[in-house]
């Protein structure tokens, strides 16, 4: 679009990810006229389609939303845009060497039937545990899609959000209140264990606590990651949240309905600066000099890009920058997307049926077979190497939407840990395809043929997350998902409400609460503040 090199806007959003999209829709829908600055050819952020090679498509960097928030579904209509949810009934499916498996559904007592095959003490445990974890999360969804209240200067409406919280806090009852505090610091592998006796089982429902962070199964806090993916994703294991066309079906056309309400987007225009006057941000300066001026900033870069690198160090508080300088973002996973000639036959699954397979198949697969595995797995990240034997998430997105590959051909898409930002001695240049061979050298034990299967490959690791999409450290969440950068701590108490130091300069991104996860609350949340 033609636009003169200095110009003025009511609202300037820097980053076109898909928090950045819902703030854009909420503040036009209420009247302004934000301008979203893209850095990239596309928006999207890490919830973007490209292609993997000729025919491919895929999600290249998230492969499951987290869910995205009903509310925000409903407000942006975004059905008329073509968006259209895939939720496949399987959740995951957990393959062992020995041939065995472990299949877990949408459906909770289909789950307790399959976990009843390996154990029925197990299956009967999971029944309370599963109820107790809804409950649970029924709380913690709540607080999760609210700004969460200040620490540092409460007002009334926080004492009153205080107050409906504790009321529902009581309402779990006494077991379920004993069992959400006891939790939320205890590590994820003694939490299981005080539940289940199936390794397989234990290792796919810590692995929830484990996913995208700098932490194993036996780190503390482990157990509040959990909880908090379980609220999320109203699963104790994780289902998968896809559509069609993949997740850069999902933010088109949120950018679509944005731009309907009166947004404006600028792609391949990078922000370089924020201009802030008299402690207040008043716009921003591209990349080629052109100069923004604007009423409000709302950054959805991560909070340590926006406030280390884009705005001037001399506009803030020494004790705050190192404030800022710790929060914690290493990142700690690649992501392996492979194109294939046919569906990949796992081991696992060779006395099932064609349609059973490729149902087993449809959800998440999860490759770590018991808490050794995943600990040992994390091990090497703590001392800056890749892991040998890596954990995996995994999905096969064509099985639910064939029109990603030409028909009967299929995508793999891994996601990687543990794969640590910064290698002790060595870099992602000369690590990228030894890392890869150690991930099909693992997934080979699982499906002996995957090779010659193999028509295309995409690798991409923590340092490409931060040098192309932005995401410092290469960590896809902006920041650790830690008790003390959780909540009303996110990133840090006095950022947890979206606002800076600076007035009229916002957060939006996934390093503000709720954290990281494609479901735009942090969006969301963040354009009520504004407004």
């Not at 009581?170 to 006796?197: H, I, S, Y």
């Not at 850069?248 to 201009?275: D, F, H, S, Y």
């Not at 087993?360 to 001392?383: C, M, N, Q």
Request: aromatic share 8%; net charge neutral.
């Amino acid at each position: 679009m033609n636009v003169p090199r200095n110009h003025a806007v009511d609202t300037v959003i820097i980053g076109g990810g898909h928090n950045g999209l819902v703030a854009a829709f909420y503040l036009a829908k209420a009247g302004l006229k934000p301008l979203v600055l893209e850095r990239r050819s596309m928006v999207g952020g890490a919830a973007i389609t490209s292609e993997l090679c000729p025919g491919f498509r895929c999600s290249t960097l998230a492969h499951s939303a987290g869910p995205v928030h009903p509310n925000i579904i409903r407000d942006m209509k975004l059905h008329q845009f073509g968006v259209e949810r895939l939720m496949p009934e399987t959740c995951a499916f957990a393959p062992l060497l020995d041939g065995q498996r472990l299949v877990a559904y949408v459906d909770a007592d289909r789950t307790v039937e399959e976990i009843s095959k390996l154990s029925r003490k197990d299956g009967e445990r999971y029944q309370e545990f599963n109820q107790s974890i809804h409950q649970i999360g029924d709380l913690l969804r709540d607080v999760l899609w609210r700004t969460p209240p200040s620490i540092e200067t409460p007002t009334l409406a926080d004492a009153w959000q205080f107050l409906k919280t504790s009321r529902k806090f009581r309402a779990l009852g006494r077991t379920n209140g004993f069992r959400l505090l006891r939790w939320l610091p205890m590590p994820v592998a003694d939490l299981l264990a005080e539940w289940f006796e199936t390794d397989i089982l234990k290792s796919l429902l810590a692995a929830r606590g484990i996913y995208g962070d700098f932490r194993g199964p036996r780190s503390v806090g482990s157990g509040a990651a959990l909880l908090l993916q379980a609220a999320l994703s109203d699963h104790p294991v994780g289902a998968i949240h896809g559509f069609q066309g993949g997740l850069g079906a999902l933010t088109q056309g949120m950018a679509a309905a944005a731009e309907a309400a009166g947004a404006t987007i600028r792609n391949n225009v990078e922000v370089t600066r924020i201009t802030v006057k008299s402690g207040q941000a008043v716009g921003v300066v591209l990349d080629d000099g052109e100069e923004i001026t604007a009423s409000t900033v709302i950054s959805n870069v991560d909070p340590k890009r926006t406030l280390l690198h884009l705005v001037d160090p001399a506009n803030l508080d020494p004790n705050f920058v190192t404030k800022l300088q710790n929060i914690r973002t290493r990142g700690v996973m690649a992501k392996i997307n492979l194109a294939l000639d046919a569906l990949p036959v796992f081991t696992a699954l060779n006395t099932a049926t064609k349609t059973e397979a490729a149902s087993a198949l449809s959800g998440r697969i999860h490759i770590g077979p018991d808490l050794d595995y995943l600990e040992r797995a994390f091990d090497a990240s703590k001392y800056g190497r890749y892991s040998d034997r890596p954990y995996m998430d995994i999905t096969i997105p064509t099985l639910t939407d064939p029109t990603l590959a030409p028909t009967g051909h299929h995508v793999l898409s891994i996601c990687a840990q543990f794969a640590p930002y910064q290698l002790r001695d060595s870099n992602w240049d000369q690590s990228r395809e030894p890392f890869k061979d150690a991930v099909l050298a693992e997934l080979r034990h699982y499906v002996p043929t995957l090779d010659q299967h193999i028509v295309g490959q995409q690798v991409l690791t923590p340092f490409d997350f931060e040098s192309t999409y932005g995401m410092t450290g290469g960590h896809i969440f902006h920041g650790e998902h830690a008790l003390d950068q959780l909540f009303n701590l996110r990133p840090l108490p006095s950022l947890s409400q979206y606002r800076t130091p600076m007035r009229q300069l916002y957060l939006c991104g996934a390093g503000t609460h709720p954290g990281g996860g494609v479901t735009g609350a942090c969006g969301m949340n963040a354009s009520r503040e504004v407004l």
